[in-house]
């Protein structure tokens, strides 16, 4: 499988829930991304992984957390999400990493509905 | 405040029928414009890079032009399958590397 996968393509959950998206990219490249996509709102950045070490925290409430365990693999885990929270979450990688100037590689992204 | 804006929101287009897509942007020291293209259902797919006012760059039936304040996507002769939201965002000089996205234009491109 090539460039960048993310699952589950569809997530509905419950305020109180716990649940974690994931994203793998098959790229070898060595940063990788969460953003959020709302209706007519621009992307925003939500966290950065430049080779494993967080280096972008994006002003994100706490009940979105990251995990990068290695460079391949990113998780956004979720817990006691607002109905605000509803959105699109594309996760999306670069070769060289975060202080570059190169092209992002994105994901088909996780569409969450928050209930 | 810097910012991407991009016009019009949406684009109706009989196939066939050129047009141009805008993204105006104010920050200090443009590092880099990009275009994407979004088909729904999608994430975004990179086209084009700008780094300097003057630059141009074509794929097919795209041409992006590059000025001071702003960038065209040019689109000759569209076809259906080139429907899809266009995405233009920038990266700006200095300490904060983040890419900063328009929220983007509609084409919809009928037979």
């Known amino acids: 499988e090539t460039g960048v996968t993310q699952t589950p393509r569809h997530l509905v959950m419950g305020m109180t829930n716990k649940k974690s998206l994931k994203c793998e990219q098959h790229?070898?490249?060595?940063?990788m991304y969460w953003y959020k996509q709302s209706a007519k709102k621009p992307l925003e950045l939500m966290f950065v992984?430049?080779?494993?070490?967080?280096?972008e925290n994006n002003s994100v409430p706490s009940r979105f957390s990251p995990e990068c365990p290695n460079s391949s693999h990113l998780f956004l885990h979720l817990h006691t999400l607002q109905p605000e929270d509803s959105a699109l979450y594309l996760c999306a990688s670069s070769q060289a990493g975060f202080g570059t100037n190169e092209k992002l590689f994105f994901g088909s992204g996780t569409q969450l509905s928050v209930l | 405040e810097d910012q991407v804006t991009q016009s019009p929101e949406a684009l109706r287009l009989q196939e066939g029928e050129s047009s141009s897509l805008n993204c105006s942007y104010t920050v200090s020291g443009l590092r880099g414009l990009f275009w994407y293209r979004q088909d729904p259902g999608k994430g975004p797919e990179f086209l084009f890079t700008l780094y300097s006012a003057g630059e141009e760059k074509e794929k097919e039936r795209l041409k992006a032009t590059l000025t001071k304040k702003e960038s065209f996507l040019h689109i000759t002769a569209p076809k259906p399958e080139d429907s899809a939201t266009y995405l233009c965002?920038?990266?700006?000089?200095?300490?904060?590397?983040?890419?900063?996205f328009g929220t983007g234009t509609l084409l919809a491109v009928q037979p």
């Open positions: 992984y430049s080779l494993e070490e967080r280096v």
């Open positions: 965002a920038v990266r700006e000089d200095g300490a904060t590397n983040k890419l900063i």
């Open positions: 790229l070898g490249h060595n940063a």
